[in-house]
Each structure stands twice: as structure tokens, then as C-alpha cells.
């Protein structure tokens, strides 16, 4: 870091860029090796920083005042080197708002390059009027939530859409040969498709989230256990070569599939701790272990009471109902009981 003056001193090609810019991108490097060394410690798989291209290299960090500025009015903003440049505002920026940091981001590359501009701001959070109400959600494969109230919030169809072609993209992408003209253009156009999911996902999150934090004063789900979910499809042994594997393409395809679904999970819950805190709501994280497979009506907890992925029936008082509802009532009561223990205490 104190590097940094010295060589711009020298270096007069340097010095058209911004100090703060180039000091934010020094502690990213300086980051990721402290991590690195973390893991080493920790004897984990280390990983070694990579070297970053500069086409690897899709976003830069500002001070906002020192080689970046915003223009509310004219919806302008200026970039040290480059010049003032329109943008589209997809949000309101709240009047007044201290600008910090700001980030300027690529997406995709050659005719498909789109930037994007990230302001952080802080908001004062603004308590909702209180419902009475409390909820417990399940996240589903079926149906990307359901509520202990049997509401089901299905899986957004366009992002379904979206992840089958980015799917198909990315087997596309693992035939082309390095180097080549039609590897570069798949590449930009897996990244493009990355992009929209991304900020799919996002709208969505926000959209499922603003709901369920304006109807209820504690919302209850299953803690997430992320890495298990995103766990890539299993290779399959090819008998006939010891050592060798079939190609798979199928199962890489529905895994990447899950994989985004699951993804859009994380996403959304913190979209929704977010917007709770900012509402004055709760919201209870639970244990999943036996939520879906536990009687509602008399407690009892079997494998069996789950003959398929949708039913419910209970083996002891044949209790029926929807298997997600079931879920969520239980993620519910979870809630509810870690919440009085937390009051008594
Ligand atoms: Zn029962």
C-alpha cells in the first residue's frame, strides 16, 4: 500500500487514474492472500490466488468525490479517464443520501459488455404497523416457498427458461476449443445469461420477500445448508474403461438446473432479513431436521409419512395434507417454540 505512492510517482501512466481506486483494488489483493493464508492455516483446500487478467477483471471500487462523481440532475456520472456518462437509475436514489463507495462493474464482453454502477446508500428503517401475524415458510423444489398458511409461491418461469439456456450455453461452451473466435463469443454469451439470472433472481427475491414482510410481524424458515444443496451431479463410472467416466450432460444439466434454483434460495433470504430488519420484523431461522416428515396433528415423525414428494399422510392418525404446507406448519412451530424459550430466558 505504501508502495502505491512511490510507483505512481514514477509511473506518470498511473496517475490518471484514481488514488482511492487503485488503493480499494490493492486491499481486494491483499484480501484475497490474507484469506489464502487463512486456509492454509486452517488446513483447508488453500487455493492460491489467481492472477487477474484484465478481461478477467470486471469491477473497479471508487470513493465517491475522488475520480468518480454522481449527477443526481442530469443523471450522470463521471469516471476519472473516461468522461461523463448517462445512466439508468433502476432505483430511486433517497434524497440526501451520503454516497460512499461505488463500484463500477462489466458484464459480458465484446458487443454483448454491459456496465453497471453500484451505489451503496444507508436508509433509516422504517417499522411497519404490526399485523399479528407469523408465518412459516418451506422451500421447495415444486414450489419455491410455501407458507404454514398453504400459500405456494411457485418457481418463476422465466428463470426457469433462463437457467436452461444458460445450461445449454455452458455445454455449448465445453466444446469449443481454447483460444478460438466461437469459444470467446460463447463465453460472453454464458456470461450475459449469468447475468440475467442473477438479476432475475434478485427482482424476484425482492418481489416474494416484500410480501411476506408486509403481512406478518415474525416469518420462521428452515436454517439453509448451502453447501450440501449445491453439490454437482455425481460422475458416472464407465464399466467398459476402469478409470474413465460416461459424459453425463443430462445430470450436469439438471444439476446446474437445481443449482441455480438453490442459489435463488440463499438470494432470497437475505433479500428477506434485510427487508425484516428494515420493517421491525423477526425472523427465525429453525433446524430443518424432521420438519417434513413430522405429524402436525400428533407428532408423529416417520419417513413413511411421506409417501411421495407432494403427500403427506401420517402412518399413526393418517392425518393428509400437502407436503410443503406440512412442512412450513412445522418450520411454524419450531419458530414459535425457540421464540417463547428466547422470551422466558
Ligand atoms: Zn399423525
Same mark, same amino acid.
Given at each position: 500500500?505504501?508502495?502505491?505512492?512511490?510507483?505512481?510517482?514514477? =509511473?506518470?501512466?498511473?496517475? %490518471?487514474?484514481?488514488?482511492?481506486?487503485?488503493?480499494?483494488?490493492?486491499?481486494?489483493?491483499?484480501?484475497?492472500?490474507?484469506?489464502?493464508?487463512?486456509? *492454509?492455516?486452517? =488446513?483447508?483446500?488453500? #487455493? &492460491?490466488?489467481?492472477?487477474?487478467?484484465?478481461?478477467?477483471?470486471?469491477?473497479?471500487?471508487?470513493?465517491?468525490?475522488? #475520480?468518480?462523481?454522481? @449527477?443526481?440532475?442530469?443523471?450522470?456520472? &463521471?469516471?476519472?479517464?473516461? !468522461?461523463?456518462?448517462?445512466?439508468?437509475? @433502476?432505483?430511486?436514489?433517497?434524497?440526501?443520501?451520503?454516497?460512499?463507495?461505488?463500484?463500477?462493474?462489466?458484464?459480458?464482453?465484446?458487443?454483448?459488455?454491459?456496465?453497471? *454502477?453500484?451505489?451503496?446508500?444507508? *436508509?433509516?428503517? %422504517?417499522?411497519?404497523?404490526?399485523? !399479528?401475524?407469523?408465518?412459516?415458510?418451506?422451500?421447495?423444489?415444486?414450489?419455491?416457498?410455501?407458507? $404454514?398458511?398453504? *400459500? @405456494?409461491?411457485?418457481?418463476?418461469?422465466?428463470?426457469?427458461? +433462463?437457467?436452461?439456456?444458460?445450461?445449454?450455453?455452458?455445454?455449448?461452451?465445453?466444446?469449443?476449443?481454447?483460444? $478460438?473466435?466461437?469459444?470467446?463469443?460463447?463465453?460472453?454469451?454464458?456470461?450475459?445469461?449469468?447475468?440475467?439470472?442473477?438479476?432475475?433472481?434478485?427482482?424476484?427475491? @425482492?418481489?416474494?420477500? /416484500?410480501?411476506?414482510?408486509?403481512?406478518?410481524?415474525?416469518?420462521?424458515?428452515?436454517?439453509?445448508?448451502?453447501?450440501?444443496?449445491?453439490?454437482?451431479?455425481?460422475?458416472?463410472?464407465?464399466?467398459?474403461?476402469? !478409470?474413465?467416466? /460416461?459424459?453425463?450432460?443430462?445430470?450436469?444439466?439438471?444439476?446446474?438446473?437445481?443449482?441455480?434454483?438453490?442459489?435463488?434460495?440463499?438470494?432470497?433470504?437475505?433479500? /428477506?432479513?434485510?427487508?425484516?430488519?428494515?420493517?421491525?420484523?423477526?425472523?427465525?431461522?429453525?433446524?430443518?431436521?424432521?420438519?417434513?416428515?413430522?405429524?402436525?396433528?400428533? #407428532?408423529?415423525?416417520?419417513?413413511?409419512?411421506?409417501?411421495?414428494?407432494?403427500?403427506?399422510?401420517?402412518?399413526?392418525?393418517?392425518?393428509?395434507?400437502?407436503?410443503?404446507?406440512? #412442512?412450513?406448519?412445522?418450520?411454524?412451530?419450531?419458530?414459535?417454540?425457540?421464540?417463547?424459550?428466547?422470551? +422466558?430466558?
Amino acid at each position: 500500500m505504501v508502495q502505491l505512492t512511490e510507483i505512481r510517482s514514477v =509511473r506518470p501512466d498511473q496517475g %490518471v487514474w484514481s488514488f482511492t481506486s487503485q488503493q480499494q483494488t490493492l486491499r481486494r489483493l491483499d484480501k484475497a492472500f490474507g484469506a489464502f493464508f487463512r486456509r *492454509v492455516k486452517a =488446513r483447508e483446500t488453500p #487455493g &492460491y490466488p489467481r492472477f487477474r487478467a484484465a478481461a478477467r477483471f470486471d469491477s473497479v471500487d471508487f470513493r465517491h468525490g475522488d #475520480g468518480i462523481k454522481f @449527477h443526481r440532475d442530469k443523471k450522470q456520472l &463521471y469516471v476519472m479517464g473516461v !468522461g461523463h456518462v448517462q445512466i439508468r437509475l @433502476h432505483r430511486a436514489l433517497p434524497e440526501n443520501a451520503a454516497l460512499g463507495q461505488v463500484s463500477v462493474k462489466r458484464e459480458g464482453s465484446g458487443r454483448r459488455t454491459r456496465w453497471f *454502477v453500484v451505489i451503496p446508500v444507508e *436508509v433509516q428503517p %422504517v417499522p411497519l404497523p404490526m399485523t !399479528g401475524a407469523i408465518t412459516g415458510i418451506d422451500m421447495g423444489v415444486a414450489s419455491f416457498l410455501t407458507t $404454514s398458511e398453504g *400459500v @405456494h409461491v411457485p418457481n418463476p418461469r422465466h428463470l426457469k427458461v +433462463a437457467a436452461a439456456r444458460l445450461a445449454a450455453a455452458q455445454q455449448d461452451l465445453a466444446r469449443k476449443k481454447r483460444g $478460438s473466435n466461437r469459444r470467446r463469443n460463447t463465453v460472453s454469451r454464458v456470461a450475459t445469461l449469468h447475468g440475467t439470472v442473477r438479476r432475475q433472481r434478485l427482482d424476484h427475491a @425482492h418481489k416474494t420477500a /416484500l410480501k411476506l414482510v408486509q403481512d406478518h410481524d415474525v416469518i420462521c424458515h428452515e436454517a439453509l445448508q448451502i453447501p450440501n444443496m449445491t453439490k454437482r451431479a455425481k460422475p458416472v463410472p464407465d464399466p467398459a474403461r476402469p !478409470g474413465a467416466f /460416461l459424459p453425463n450432460g443430462q445430470a450436469a444439466k439438471t444439476g446446474l438446473n437445481k443449482a441455480i434454483l438453490d442459489a435463488g434460495w440463499g438470494v432470497f433470504l437475505s433479500v /428477506l432479513t434485510a427487508k425484516a430488519e428494515n420493517a421491525g420484523r423477526d425472523v427465525i431461522s429453525v433446524n430443518p431436521a424432521n420438519t417434513s416428515r413430522t405429524c402436525p396433528d400428533c #407428532g408423529h415423525c416417520a419417513k413413511g409419512n411421506r409417501p411421495s414428494q407432494a403427500v403427506f399422510t401420517c402412518r399413526q392418525c393418517s392425518f393428509t395434507g400437502n407436503a410443503d404446507t406440512v #412442512g412450513a406448519i412445522n418450520v411454524l412451530r419450531a419458530g414459535t417454540a425457540l421464540r417463547q424459550t428466547a422470551h +422466558a430466558a
